[in-house]
C-alpha cells in the first residue's frame, strides 16, 4: 500500500523557519520523481517545488525561490522542504506528492498523496 506521510509543520512568526519532511513506503521511492505542493481553503492545490528521482535536479514556483530548498534522501525514502524567511502567504496546508513524470506543476497529473502537514505563519 502506498503511504506518503508529511510531518513538520506548526506555527511560526513571518521571517521564520520549518522544515518539513514526507516519509515514503509501498512503493519504489527511487523510480518516482517528487514534489510539494500547498493548498489553503478556497483555492487550488498550487505547485511549491519539485525534484527529480536522483535528487539531480529541482524546479521551484517563483514565489519560494531562494527561500525553500527541496531535498530528498533515498536510502531513507525521505522527502524534505527546508523553508526560510517564511511569510504570512506562505501558509497552508503542504502536501507531498509523487509521479513518474518530473516538472509537473499540475496537481492532477500526480498519482500518489500524503494527507498534508499544516503551515501558519504568523505576521
Known amino acids: 500500500q502506498v503511504q506518503l506521510v508529511e510531518s513538520g509543520g506548526g506555527l511560526v512568526q513571518a521571517g521564520g523557519s520549518l522544515r518539513l519532511s514526507c516519509v515514503a513506503s509501498?512503493?519504489?521511492?527511487?523510480?518516482?520523481?517528487l514534489a510539494w505542493f500547498r493548498q489553503t481553503p478556497g483555492k487550488e492545490r498550487e505547485f511549491v517545488a519539485a525534484?527529480?528521482?536522483?535528487?539531480?535536479?529541482?524546479l521551484y514556483t517563483d514565489s519560494v525561490k531562494g527561500r525553500f530548498t527541496i531535498s530528498r534522501d533515498n536510502a531513507k525514502n525521505t522527502l524534505s522542504l527546508q523553508m526560510s524567511s517564511l511569510r504570512a502567504d506562505d501558509t497552508g496546508n503542504y502536501y507531498c506528492?509523487?509521479?513518474?513524470?518530473?516538472?509537473?506543476?499540475?496537481?492532477?497529473?500526480?498519482?500518489?498523496w500524503g494527507q498534508g502537514t499544516q503551515v501558519t505563519v504568523s505576521s
Open positions: 525534484i527529480t528521482s536522483n535528487g539531480g535536479s529541482t
Open positions: 509501498g512503493f519504489t521511492f527511487t523510480t518516482y520523481h
Open positions: 506528492a509523487a509521479n513518474r513524470l518530473y516538472g509537473i506543476t499540475d496537481s492532477t497529473r500526480y498519482i500518489h
